[in-house]
Every structure is written in structure tokens, then in C-alpha cells.
């Protein structure tokens, strides 16, 4: 569906986006993770025609950026980041003006937008003036407007950013909604956002694509080990250190922290798909220690995330 | 042609929606209608002439502030990115927002069709050189509006936009006018630059490809460079 090849993109001599391929098959929900400044606005305002890339190219099924820039932009709907709507018109006016210019006949126009305003709760806010509205209100009607010519491809730049957890709830349901038979790719810098909505994860970071995987398999094959974490009490360093690493399975013990004297906080780190926890708590049993905490530290996006992209 | 139609309306019911319009009309009204009807009666002659003899100056600051936020308002408020994102073509959003600035100069001018009414209620008042100025008004207004746009799609500041637009309008308004101050080999071209000479023959009446070849250049390369200007990322 959308093929990305070789594309950068430079200001003055800047490189904000170096060389990166990635291909989005149809139906695919598709995030785009990195740090601020990563290259995540700058990727989609050049998939979405407005940049044009300093190299490389773009196609969307059989058009080329360069050359189709306009029937690519027929395709594919488009919120930009926090939304930048014209503040002075009312909901209903913008809407229908997108409708016009997106080519809805008239009779067309207005069962769109009826549908639109039901699907992203617009109806009691038709009647107010866009700059009235408050942030994430104003997501939903940049939302109704991205999806108004029911593009096969939306892009949504920081779809939830800056907005309260039950407005970023909201929003994520209404995407989920509109999720069915399109192809979404969306950027963000949470990374719970990228788990609960996206199939595949691109992650970047300074221009460059450190990480494309399924959400999925990104969590499980990191590349990193396992890490159980335990809190012991009257349990000496050493001892205990030297107990655990003669259990089958455990690589190494290192100690993280240790508070009033007693209680000792340790990572155990362990081969990958061994879960060494039974033989852990059997063996803390035969001392008089007392097991406070043990549990497996999940590979989830964060750590995937922050161990990629830290700065060096 | 869709899209720019829809860009039109929309930019020509922003200026009515909001109280642009209205003061921009109502100062235009007051300073050429001041201007003009303190010496009509002086001079004692049923015709127009001074009300167009003037409006090049009133126009070189009234239309750039009408084009001024065209553009600078949506690269600052970023509303250019959610626009250029539909499919538009950069022509149309251009051609859109020119179309939209020149009926509102068109609205600027309606209601002094009530001097020459008035006028010729006075005296036996000439119709054709009425007729003339206001066709002149309008290719005088479309090209005024095309150096506002451009000046405004070179800032995202609308008070930059205005200074500009207004400063080039005007310096094509008085180069004529300054002569003098150009060396003797320049004088032919520097003349054919200004604005003033080729209103004021349409203005009188007279039709001559000329001036129309003037206006219609000058207006292309103000929406032209505008589109360029816009395109520039």
C-alpha cells in the first residue's frame, strides 16, 4: 500500500529524517514511535505531500509522491499535529468546507457530516466557533475532518497528545471505530499509546529507523535478557549474591539497592526463556531470610524504547 | 475547479463573518468620500475624475490590509498544513484567495456608485468615463491584490504583510510621479512601471491594450511568485 524508499529529508543542512525505507501494507495500524525531534512530523508531513523530500521517494499503490502528489493526497486523510484549524469558523462550516473541497456532492455533504459528528461526537458542538472549543474537542473535529471522504489512509500526527486521559480514551476509541479496512499509520511519543493501538511499531530515532517490528514480537525478542527483581530482608549481600548465582538458569546478581541496613534490593539477571523464579523463592527458602518482592521486569515498549533510543 | 471555488467562499464569508469587512469598507467610504467632496463643489464640474485620480493612493494601503492575513494568518496558526493536505492544488488555493480578495474589492467599490447617482442628479454627468474608472478600479484592485497576497504569503506576521504589500503598491503608485530622479535612459521603462499613468487612461475612457497588458502582467506575477512562495519547502 504505501512503499517508502530511501528518503530523507534535510533543513538548511539539517538531517531530520536520514534515508529510511519502511513499507505499510493495507489494514495495517502502523506507529510511529521516537523522542521529540526524532523525524516522526517531518516523515508524515512528506508521506502526506506537504514536505517534499530532499531524496528519496514515496508511492502510495501505483503513485509516486514526485509525480501524483495530488491523487495521493485523494487517498489518504490527514490530521496534522495539535489539530491547527481555522479558529474563526463553526464546526458545521469547516466541515462542510472540507466536504466541498474534498469533492462530496451536495445532498453527499450533508449525510457525511451527520455521520462524521455521530462517529466523533460532534453533534452538541456544530454550532461553535472552532477556537472556542477545547483541545481535544478540537482533536475530534481535526479527526472528522481527516476521515471525511473515508480515505483508504489516515495519517494522524500525535493524535492524543496534550490531552486528558478520558479525551485520549475517547480519541483512541474513535480510531479503533474507523480502524476497520483502513490503513493507519499514527505517531506518538507514548508508548502505552503504540501497545493498546498499533499492530507494528516503526521506531526512529535521529532520523533513522532503530526498530520496525509487530508490537508483539518487539516486546518479546528485545535482545535483552530477563530481569527478576527481588527484595530480600535480613539477607547479606554477599551471601545472598552467591546463593542466587548457583541457581540453574540465572547469568548474573547485581545488587540495586539497600535501605535501613536490612532490606536488600537485587536484579537478577537470567537466560533468555528461562523463568528461574520457582528456584529462586525454593532457595531463599532454606535460609531464614524473608522474600519481600519477587517479579519478571516485562520487556515492554518502554524499556525496548528507552534502551534504543538512548542518547550516548 | 471545485477546490477553489470552495476556497473562495470560504475566504470571502471570512471576511463578512468577521468585522474586517466592515471597517475596512466604512474607513475607505470616509477617507475617499472626505477627500472627494471637499473640492467637488469647488471646482464645479459634474464628473469623477478626482474620486479616481485618487484612488491608487487609498488603494495601495486599503488592499494590502485586506490581502494581509490571507496567508500569514495559516502559516501562523498552521492551518496551511491541515489545507495542503487536501487535495488542492497549490494554483487553486492561490487562485482561490485572489478570487475571494478581488469581489471584496469589488464590495469595497459598490457602494460609491452612489457618488456618480448622486452626481448625475447634480449635473449632466459623462458615463462613459465613470464606466472606465471602475473597470480600471477593478484591474487596478485584482493587481494590488496580487502583490498583497504574495507579500503575504512571504511572512507569517500580517503587520509585515501589510508594510510590504502597502510599500510596493504605493512605490508602483508614485514611480511615475519621480521621474527625476532616474537617469534619462530608465525614464521609458520606469514609466511603463507605474501603476498611476495606466489607471488614469482607463480611467478616462480610454481602452488601450497597453494598460490592460500592464495589469493583467502584474497580476500574474504577483500570483505566480505567490504560488512559488507558497510551494518554497
Known sequence: MIEVENLSKYYDGFCAVNRIDFSVQKGEIVGLLGPNGAGKTSTLRMLTGYLSPT????????????????????????????????????????????????????????????????????????????????????QRVGLAHAMMSDPEILILDEPTSGLDPNQIVEIRDIIRRAAKEKTIILSTHILSEAEATCDRVIIIHRGKIVADDDTRTLSEISGLDQVVALALRHAPAEAAAERLRGIDGVLDVQETGKFDGETLELKVRCREGSDPREAIYKSVKETDWVLLELHQETQNLETIFRELTRED | MRPLIGIAGKELKDYFVSPIAYIVISVFLLVT???????????????????????????????????????????????LETLLTLPVRFSDVVMGKFVAAVLFTAAILAPTLAYPLAISLLGDLDWGPVAGGYAGALLLGAAFCAIGLLASALTRNQIIAFILGAVICFSLTVIDKMLFFFPDSLLGVIAYLGAGTHFENIAKGVIDSRDLLYFFSVTFIGLYAATLAMQER
Not at chain 1, 102 to 129: P, Q, V, W, Y
Not at chain 2, 41 to 66: E, H, K, Y
Open chain 1, 55 to 138: 531524496s528519496g521517494n514515496i508511492r502510495v499503490k501505483d503513485y509516486s509522491i514526485r509525480d501524483d502528489a495530488l491523487k495521493i493526497k485523494h487517498l489518504m486523510g490527514y490530521l496534522p499535529e495539535s489539530a491547527p484549524l481555522y479558529r474563526a469558523m463553526l464546526v458545521y462550516d469547516y466541515l462542510d468546507f472540507v466536504a466541498r473541497i474534498r469533492g462530496l456532492d451536495e445532498d453527499k455533504r450533508k449525510n457525511r457530516i451527520r455521520a462524521l459528528s455521530e462517529l466523533c461526537g460532534l453533534t452538541e458542538i456544530m454550532h461553535f466557533s472552532i477556537g472556542e472549543l477545547s483541545r481535544g474537542l478540537r
Open chain 2, 33 to 79: 468620500g472626505w477627500i472627494f467632496f471637499t473640492t467637488f463643489f469647488l471646482f464645479n464640474q459634474a464628473d469623477m475624475r478626482n474620486f479616481f485620480n485618487l484612488l491608487p493612493m487609498t488603494f495601495s494601503f486599503v488592499i494590502p490590509a485586506v490581502t494581509m492575513r490571507l496567508f500569514s494568518e495559516e502559516l501562523s496558526v498552521g492551518s
